[in-house]
Structures are given as C-alpha cells and as structure tokens.
C-alpha cells in the first residue's frame, strides 16, 4: 500500500482551523440529524429527565483515505452475501446442527432457538423473510503490500447507522465543495482535491428492501380489511433514534407507508394476533389514537439483537409472538441465528466440506472463489485442535480476536487477554467462543475525530468499511428482491480494539477512494 497516501494526510490544522471545523461540524449536525441522544454518563438523568436532548454524533473531521479496489470489490460482492445468509436460513437442518453445538453453552443462542422450535411445532404462516445486512471488512495489507478486503463479520439484526453514515458523507461532500483552487474548509492536500466520497444510497436502498416486503405481504388478511403498516420494533432507551427516523421518513414520503415505533418492551400490549384467525395477522393500536387499528405488514427489528435485552420471560413471550405472527419478520429468528460467529467460521473452514460452493450453486465459481478470498482464518477451540493451541500460546494469541455469537461492539476478548479469559471460564464453554486472526490494517493512517461529548482526538486510526444490501425471500429459497447499496465507514484509534459507533469505540466517517 502506497505509504505516501498516509504521511502527511490529513494536513496540519492551527488552532483557528480546528476550532471553524469543530463548529461546523457541530451546527451542521444538529441542522441536519447526524445526532444521537446523549449518554447518561455524558448528561445525567435528571439534567434531562425529559429526554429531549441530542448532540453530534462521533464523526471524523476528515474523510478517510480508503483503497478504491478494496471499495469496489465489498460493494460489488454484497448481493451474494445476501444470497448467502437467505440459503443459510432457508436450511434449517444445517443451520441447526451449528446451533445444536452451542445451545448447551450459550442461553441466549438456546432462547432463540426454542423460540424457533415453538413455533415451527405450531406451525409457521409467513413464507417471506426479510434481510437487512451489513457486510464489515478492513482493508488487509497482504506481504506484497496491497490491501485486499478481509471480512470482520457480517450483520443479520439491526445493522444500523445508513441513516447517519449517509449524513456523514454529505457533510464531508460539502466540505469539500470549496470553490476550485481555495481551500476556504480544508488545508490544501492532494487527497481533499482529487474527489468527493462516493455516493452513498443506504438510506434509498434500506427503505426500499423494507418497502418491497410490504408490498409483498400483499392484502390485509383481516376481515374486515385493515390498513397496513410497517412496525419498527426499538429499544427502550433507545440513542440512535435519528438513523432510524431516516429509513422511516423515507418509506412515509417516497413509498407513501405509513410507520410506527413500538419499545419491545411495550410489544404485548401494543400488538394482538385475534385468536379467531388462522392467518394470524399482527394488529397494531398506536397509544395516541387508540381507536385505530393498523395490521402489521413488516416488522423490522432495531432490538432484541443483545441478551440483556431479554430481561425476564415476558420478553421472550413477546418475540415469539412476533414471530408466530403473519408480518414478514427483519430478521426472522432463524436469519438472527445464521449471523452466528460459528457460522462464519465453518464457512471459513479450508478443509472438510465445502459449505460455501454448496449454498451458492448458482453463482459462477470465480464469483464464489472472490467471497472465500475474504475469509479471515478462524478456528474452532475443540480438543486438540489448531484453534485452542494458537489461542492458550501467550504469542500466538496476540494476533488473534476470540469471539463469541454475539452482534454489537464490547463483547471480544484480544490478543494477550485471550489465554487468561479461556482458562478463566469451563473448558465446555469454550466451544461458544471463535478464534480469528487479526486483520493487518494500513499502519499510518491518521484522521481526526470530535467526539459526541465536544473532545477531539487526533492519532493513528484504522478505518472498517461496512456494505449494506437488502434481500427479500421465500423459505423454499426462491428471491424476490436483492440490492446492494450505501456503506459505512467507521474509524477508530489504531490503539482500540472494539469498533462499534453506538458503543462508543468508533467515529463515522465517510471515504476518499485512491
């Protein structure tokens, strides 16, 4: 990788520069919805106890340099990861047999799959899933010193933040758009001269993967017949309020679809499914207007992705009922379960069967060899093997993440942590967990961040590329809709492990492409 496009990038700023930059990106954030709602460590409950607060989102003042190839080839590989993960689903018996291995040491893996079994045993009456996925990679520089994408994970719930990452390359765009020859924003450098980030289409391509199922579902299924709607399903304390706001916007004033927000915690007694009726339409009755009554088309889930999530059995009684119901499930329970890291890893396998070729038999074989190329070596930590040598050996472990099936940051274990954690928990507890090795990033890149709380940050960062697509499809395999666009580029400090935004590890950022 050309050192030269990091040396000297992003330019120096004096104290007059940073502190114009800071503030416009602070007031163009607030005017434009790059916010989030504050932390209670950050504002204290009760200096906000109306909840009606927000502030910048951690964004980057610069955008990142990015290697276009790397670019290119995640965006130009999502449509089959997309196909991918609906096949995974589509096979309940090899899926199972993954989860059958962990249900013994994971409870939340277990809870989802009883969930399932209930009710597969009382019989399932939607045929359609909906996927929203994101596809993570870093830019991995090979012995030969180009990069080529190796993939972090792949999302199946709530991948969130195309609403924000698409505001974020907007507000780099206009940045950047100085009269020619001035550098009235920026410092003068080549990179912030050479071009604008690519257009970024998340918000259009979520919204209309979420307007396809819609218009799948079909007529209402109620006699007499409702008025439909899709239902985002929230968290209570939900702070990334304004991303989803921007997929609901769009689904209300470009596909005309009424949408509402429900708290999970409020699903039982918000939603019904009339036991006189076989088809089990989920109806819906807003709070605020409790004389109507909507039935529910889509249920696109922004929680229930994270164990504490499921604070008692109330909470699972109220997945189920999602998922028993008519409305075509954002993920179904089976599609969460395929984003199992485990899966991920036998993909990977180099020997033994070859999964992947099997679920994409209808994709040329150059296409299914480019997706294998962005596997990162990972292993299982079973008696004997690889993955348990390389994992307890105090050297070996410091070029590897231990994962377990989990989605969202703060929940790996790195590099020198790793043989202390394993011996730490039972050695029959260890097969929940997968060993990965480190993806090897460019080493100077540097970028500046303003924090959500006012601080600024500038150091060493490594950059992680996430592609969003879209897939509608029957559980006979079959696809009705599948579409890639919009991306995510998110930016931490070399030094931290974790990258999630909403975790507080990462800055949004948008890409130069060179």
């Known amino acids: 990788m050309a050192e030269s496009i990091y040396s000297n990038y992003p330019p120096d700023l004096s104290p007059a520069q940073q502190r114009f930059l800071v503030t416009s990106v602070k007031d163009w954030a607030i005017q434009n919805g790059l916010a989030v709602r504050p932390s209670p460590a950050m504002i204290p409950a009760e200096a906000n106890s109306n909840g009606v607060l927000a502030t910048n989102a951690p964004v980057t003042l610069f955008p990142s ?104 390359r907007q507000m780099h765009t206009e940045l950047l758009a100085s009269p020619p020859g001035s550098s009235i924003n920026y410092p003068p450098h080549p990179l912030l001269q050479s071009g604008v980030p690519p257009e970024n ?12 199922a819609h218009e799948a579902y079909g007529v209402s299924k109620s006699s007499p017949a409702l008025p439909l709607c899709v239902l985002f399903v929230v968290q209570e304390t939900e702070r990334n309020v304004f991303d989803q706001h921007a997929l609901s916007t769009q689904l209300k004033t470009v596909h005309n679809i009424p949408v509402f927000r429900v708290a999970s915690v409020d699903v039982l007694d918000q939603t019904s499914i009339p036991s006189s009726n076989s088809s089990r339409p989920l109806l819906y009755q807003p709070p605020h207007s409790p004389d109507s009554t909507f ?72 296409l299914v060899e480019r ?43 790195y ?52 592609v969003y697509g879209t897939i509608l499809w029957e559980n006979t395999g079959k696809i009705l809709h599948n579409e890639q666009g919009g991306y995510l580029l998110r930016t931490k400090g070399k030094e931290v492990n974790e990258g999630g935004v909403a975790a507080g590890f990462s800055s949004l950022d948008s890409a130069l492409l060179f």
């Open 65 to 168: 340099p990015f290697p276009r190839a790397c670019f290119e080839e995640a965006t130009a590989l999502q449509e089959i990861y997309n196909e991918l993960y609906a096949m995974i689903t589509c096979n309940e018996e090899w899926l199972g047999k993954i989860v059958e291995g962990l249900i013994d040491v994971d409870d939340f893996v277990s809870n989802l799959w009883k969930v399932h079994l209930d009710v597969r045993k009382e019989g399932y009456v939607q045929n359609l899933s909906l996927g929203l996925f994101r596809s993570d990679y870093m830019a991995h520089v090979l012995p030969t010193g180009l990069p080529a994408i190796k993939q972090v994970e792949f999302n199946t719930i709530s991948s969130s933040f195309g609403g924000l990452s698409a505001l974020v």
């Open 201 to 212: 289409t998340a918000v259009e391509t979520l919204s209309a993967g979420l307007a396809a």
């Open 295 to 366: 039935e529910v088309t889509t249920v696109y889930l922004r929680a229930y992705y994270a164990p504490d999530e499921y604070k008692s059995s109330r909470d699972w009684q109220a997945r189920t009922h999602l998922e028993r119901s008519a409305a075509i499930k954002c993920p179904t329970v089976l599609n969460q379960l395929s984003g199992c890291k485990k899966v991920q890893q036998v993909l990977a396998e180099p020997t033994g069967p070859d999964h992947l070729s099997s679920f994409l038999k209808g994709i040329k074989s150059t």
């Open 371 to 413: 997706v294998r190329d962005t596997f990162a070596p990972q292993y299982d930590l079973s008696i004997n093997s690889q993955g348990r040598d390389l994992a307890l050996n105090p050297d070996t472990a410091l070029n590897h993440v231990l994962k377990p099936q989990r989605e969202g940051g703060g929940n790996n274990i």
């Open 415 to 466: 590099k020198s942590d790793i043989p202390d954690f394993l011996r730490s928990i039972p050695e029959s507890d260890w097969r929940g967990w997968v060993l990965m090795e480190l993806i090897n990033p460019a080493a100077n890149a540097q970028n500046v961040a303003l924090r959500n709380d006012g601080e600024v940050i500038r150091g060493n960062v490594i950059s992680e590329l996430g």
